[in-house]
T-cell receptor, first 114, second 116 residues
């Protein structure tokens, strides 16, 4: 596609529900990042994929967060048993190569946990 | 660990006025520094980046930034602001992560309002 696509654009979940957020990176991009952006804050790193390999998941806040990229293209961020503190915008970004410094960001998924 | 401080939460300038957004970083080695802009409902867009060499870097939309190692700063400037520049601006420092990818640490952002 022309850019990084994320869906859904908005997600409202009841506390305790599981959610799945999708990221469709630019075709051919090797690197894929997930960031979490709380209201009024800058994005914070969650996890990084190089093709299908999850090389860094040091930013995932708890074991309720799980990400995958099984075929090295589309990625899904799953949050189990959502809590109110999970409310944030979840941003996906991709780059052509790991050493390519230009990241292309999607518009994000705004998650609200009630 | 690296960190980024953007001391100004909100800045208001008149259209046509000059702009400077402050950014201070903490990083143990030579930093990779970035400025991103985020408009409402849009993804972050890279304005400019610094890795090495000339400490004054030019970016898109008429922005520039100057790396000052002695002050641990990377301030963003524009000589004449346009109404379309109203947005949130994020400074970021990158470090090499697994697989040589650049993992970014962002500041908390500066919201820019432009008055007509």
């Amino acid at each position: 596609g022309a850019g990084v696509s994320q869906s859904p654009r908005y997600k409202v979940a009841k506390r305790g529900q599981d959610v799945a957020l999708r990221c469709d990176p630019i075709s051919g991009h090797v690197s894929l990042f997930w960031y979490q952006q709380a209201l009024g804050q800058g994005p914070e790193f969650l996890t990084y994929f190089q093709n299908e390999a999850q090389l860094d998941k040091s930013g995932l806040p708890s074991d309720r967060f799980f990400a995958e990229r099984p075929e090295g293209s589309v990625s899904t961020l799953k949050i189990q048993r959502t809590q109110q503190e999970d409310s944030a915008v979840y941003l996906c970004a991709s780059s052509l190569r790991p050493t390519n410094e230009k990241l292309f960001f999607g518009s994000g998924t705004q998650l609200s946990v009630l | 660990a690296q960190s980024v401080t953007q001391p100004d939460i909100h800045i208001t300038v008149s259209e046509g006025a000059s702009l400077e957004l402050r950014c201070n970083y903490s990083y143990g080695a030579t930093p990779y520094l970035f400025w991103y802009v985020q408009s409402p409902g849009q993804g972050l867009q890279l304005l400019l980046k610094y890795f090495s060499g000339d400490t004054l870097v030019q970016g898109i939309k008429g922005f520039e930034a100057e790396f000052k190692r002695s002050q641990s700063s990377f301030n963003l400037r524009k000589p004449s602001v346009h109404w379309s520049d109203a947005a949130e601006y994020f400074c970021a420092v990158g470090r090499i992560s697994s697989g040589s990818a650049r993992q970014l640490t962002f500041g908390s952002g500066t919201q820019l309002t432009v008055l007509p």
